[in-house]
């Protein structure tokens, strides 16, 4: 999100997921990837 603040041209959404948009709480907490993977390790 801060790259969209400062102009620059980014998905906001999350490219493991492809659902939320992309901050630190979603890829840490929220995306299913994710945690799936911390799961799996």
């Known amino acids: 999100m801060r790259l969209q603040e400062r102009h620059v041209p980014c998905p906001l959404s999350c490219p493991l997921c ?4 992309e901050d630190d709480w979603h890829v840490l907490v929220d995306c299913e990837v994710s945690i799936q993977a911390r799961q799996a390790a």
Do not use: A, P, S, T
């Open 18 to 21: 492809n659902h939320d948009i």
